[in-house]
C-alpha cells in the first residue's frame, strides 16, 4: 500500500491576507485587510494601500473609493478625502492635489470643482504685498469693484481706464464690454 502526503492548501478570500498565528507560528490565519488598504484577490500575504487620490473606510475591502470632484487625498492608505478649500478646486475625481484658482478667478467655498471668472465691472484684487494694481488672482476668494473712471480687462485681473483699455484690446485682439462701475 502507498501512502501520499498531502499538503493542506489555505487561501484566505479577497477582503483578507494570510498571516501567521500568534500563538502557533507554523499556523495561519486570516485576517480582513484594515481600513485603508484592499485585497481584491484570494490567496494572497498582505493588503494593498489604497492609492492616492483614493481612500478605504472599512475594514475587509476588495477595493478602494475614488475622492469625488472638491475633494482629494495626496497619500496613500488613508480612510477619507480632504476637502479643497476656498480659493482651490479639484475638477477631476481622484485628485491628489487641488488646483489653485487660476489668475482673475475666484473660488469663495470649499469643496468645488471650479473656479468663476470674476463678473463685468470686477477684478480679483492684489495680493497683499504685491503692491501693484494688477490682481493677484492665484488662489482667491472673492473678486472687487473696479474704482470709479475704471474698467475690468477681459482676464479679470487688472482694472484700466478707458484709453488704457482700448489700447490694450487692440493689442490683445481681445473684444471685451467696457463696463464702468459708478
Same mark, same amino acid.
Not at 32 to 38: F, I, L, S, V
Not at 45 to 52: H, S
Given at each position: 500500500?502507498? @501512502?501520499?502526503?498531502?499538503?493542506? &492548501? *489555505? #487561501?484566505?478570500?479577497?477582503?483578507? %491576507?494570510?498571516?501567521?498565528? &500568534? =500563538? =502557533?507560528?507554523?499556523? %495561519?490565519?486570516?485576517?480582513?485587510?484594515?481600513?485603508?488598504?484592499?485585497?481584491?484577490?484570494?490567496?494572497? =500575504?498582505?493588503?494593498?494601500?489604497?492609492?492616492?487620490?483614493? %481612500?478605504?473606510?472599512? /475594514?475587509?475591502?476588495?477595493?478602494? #473609493? $475614488?475622492?469625488?470632484?472638491?475633494?482629494?487625498?495626496? #497619500?496613500?492608505?488613508?480612510?477619507?478625502? =480632504?476637502?479643497?478649500?476656498? /480659493?482651490? *478646486? +479639484?475638477?477631476?475625481?481622484?485628485?491628489?492635489?487641488?488646483? $489653485?484658482?487660476?489668475? +482673475?478667478? *475666484?473660488?469663495?467655498?470649499?469643496?468645488?470643482?471650479?473656479?468663476?471668472?470674476?463678473? $463685468?465691472? %470686477? &477684478?480679483?484684487?492684489?495680493?497683499? /504685498?504685491?503692491?501693484?494694481?494688477? +490682481? /493677484?488672482?492665484?488662489?482667491?476668494? @472673492?473678486?472687487?469693484?473696479?474704482?470709479?473712471?475704471?474698467?475690468?480687462?477681459?482676464? +479679470?485681473?487688472?482694472?484700466?481706464?478707458? #484709453?488704457?483699455?482700448?489700447?490694450?484690446?487692440?493689442?490683445?485682439?481681445?473684444? @471685451? $464690454?467696457?463696463?464702468?462701475?459708478?
Amino acid at each position: 500500500s502507498s @501512502s501520499s502526503n498531502r499538503e493542506c &492548501v *489555505f #487561501f484566505c478570500p479577497s477582503g483578507s %491576507y494570510k498571516s501567521s498565528s &500568534v =500563538d =502557533d507560528p507554523s499556523l %495561519y490565519v486570516c485576517k480582513r485587510c484594515p481600513e485603508g488598504k484592499h485585497q481584491g484577490q484570494p490567496a494572497q =500575504d498582505k493588503c494593498e494601500n489604497c492609492a492616492r487620490g483614493s %481612500y478605504q473606510n472599512y /475594514g475587509g475591502s476588495l477595493y478602494c #473609493f $475614488t475622492c469625488p470632484a472638491g475633494k482629494y487625498q495626496p #497619500f496613500p492608505g488613508r480612510t477619507s478625502c =480632504d476637502t479643497c478649500p476656498q /480659493g482651490q *478646486f +479639484g475638477q477631476w475625481a481622484g485628485e491628489p492635489a487641488c488646483s $489653485t484658482c487660476h489668475s +482673475g478667478q *475666484f473660488q469663495p467655498l470649499a469643496g468645488q470643482p471650479s473656479c468663476h471668472l470674476c463678473p $463685468t465691472g %470686477y &477684478v480679483v484684487p492684489p495680493r497683499s /504685498g504685491s503692491g501693484g494694481p494688477k +490682481g /493677484g488672482g492665484s488662489g482667491a476668494t @472673492s473678486c472687487a469693484a473696479c474704482p470709479k473712471g475704471k474698467h475690468s480687462y477681459a482676464d +479679470g485681473t487688472e482694472c484700466l481706464g478707458r #484709453f488704457e483699455l482700448i489700447q490694450r484690446q487692440a493689442t490683445d485682439g481681445v473684444s @471685451s $464690454t467696457l463696463a464702468r462701475v459708478s
